[in-house]
Structures are given as structure tokens and as C-alpha cells.
């Protein structure tokens, strides 16, 4: 089973791949060959708090920091 985007981005901040508080830009210079720019802004967005996923019941993943400014939870 592969990991969801968000697990990847998780896993890079502690290994300094992207800084610890981090864009959509520093996520697509890592992960623009596997994920599209559109999926990565809707990753960040879903699994942020308050966001669509967190809604659902999953676990925050991130935290917005100010607009476009995501940092790892």
C-alpha cells in the first residue's frame, strides 16, 4: 500500500526535504511527479484543521499558519 500524499509530507519536514512551515510551492518542487498541483492544494486544504477531511473524522494532519503558509501538526 502506498502512502497518501499527506503521510509524505509529514514523513519530509523531519528529514528537512520542505521546511517546517511550508507552501504549496516547496510540496510541488518534491512531489510534482507524482501529484498534481490541484491535488496537492486540496490535500493541504482537506487534512488541515477544520478542513473537509478533518469534518469527516479523520485526524488533523496540518495546521494553517496564514494564507498559503501550512505547517505540520
Given at each position: 500500500?502506498?502512502e ?14 520542505i ?22 492544494r ?18 488533523a ?8 503558509l501550512y505547517?505540520?501538526?
Amino acid at each position: 500500500m502506498s502512502e497518501s500524499l499527506a503521510d509524505r509530507i509529514v514523513c519530509s519536514v523531519p528529514r528537512e526535504k520542505i521546511p517546517h512551515q511550508f507552501r504549496v510551492a516547496d510540496v510541488r518542487s518534491l512531489f510534482s511527479h507524482n501529484f498534481s498541483e490541484n491535488h496537492i492544494r486540496t490535500v493541504l486544504a482537506n487534512y488541515a484543521e477544520g478542513g473537509n477531511m478533518v469534518s469527516r473524522g479523520q485526524r488533523a494532519r496540518f495546521r494553517r499558519v496564514s494564507e498559503g503558509l501550512y505547517e505540520v501538526l
